[in-house]
């Protein structure tokens, strides 16, 4: 997604953002509220967009003390297109807006800025896992020889076993696609592998 979508909350209580956004939500044409807003720890909810072909759901959560859109999460597919997510972005916004207005929700702002370029330090935490990462980039990933595919699964071992922080799988779908250039289906089967490796250890871990 090019852009950044941020609140401007002043003198409410998470509580209050919460019903704010319920009402939205629930009173605004082809959206409904689809998850628990906790007040614990990092405040988060979900609203869907019925109006969407990928059956697009807006992610919502608090962290470091303010409220972003942290992802538009295709339901439908595995992936959307950045230009696409970006549109949806700028609907969300608009709609908002004028629900904000119109009920004279004065104390909630909100604002839509473009991202500076992606770099692969906002993707993958951690100087370490990024080489693993890179090692994979400068071989021939897209021609899927076996070793290609051995150093991307390699790459995720290393996020299983060194990343805190988890990969932004999304936003390295973006990385693909715009920076690389690489084609849609290539971008998607990368951060496929690369989710789908990351359940498996996940499980492995506990078996």
Request: hydrophobic share 35%; proline share 4%; aromatic share 12%.
């Amino acid at each position: 997604m090019a852009y950044g979508v941020h609140f401007s909350i002043k003198n409410l209580s998470d509580e209050d953002v919460c019903n704010i956004l319920i009402d939205f939500a629930n009173n605004t044409k082809n959206y409904s509220y689809r998850g628990n807003f906790s007040a614990k720890e990092a405040p988060s909810c979900c609203i869907a967009y019925e109006n969407s072909k990928e059956g697009v759901a807006y992610a919502i959560a608090k962290d470091d003390r303010k409220y972003s859109l942290v992802n538009i999460v295709p339901r439908e597919s595995g992936f959307i297109p950045p230009d696409i997510a970006s549109e949806y972005a700028k609907t969300f916004v608009s709609d908002l807006r004028k629900f904000l207005r119109r009920n004279n929700y004065n104390n909630m702002k909100i604002s839509l800025s473009k991202r500076k370029k992606i770099k692969l330090e906002d993707i993958i935490p951690g100087r370490k896992t990024r080489k693993y990462f890179d090692a994979y980039l400068n071989g021939y990933p897209l021609t899927h020889h076996p070793a290609d595919i051995q150093r991307l699964d390699v790459f995720i071992c290393a996020v299983h076993r060194y990343c805190r922080e988890a990969v932004d799988v999304d936003l390295l779908y973006a990385y693909l696609c715009n920076v690389l250039k690489w084609p849609e289906e290539e971008s998607k089967w990368c951060c496929n592998r690369i989710e789908i490796g990351l359940k498996i250890l996940k499980v492995n871990k506990k078996f």
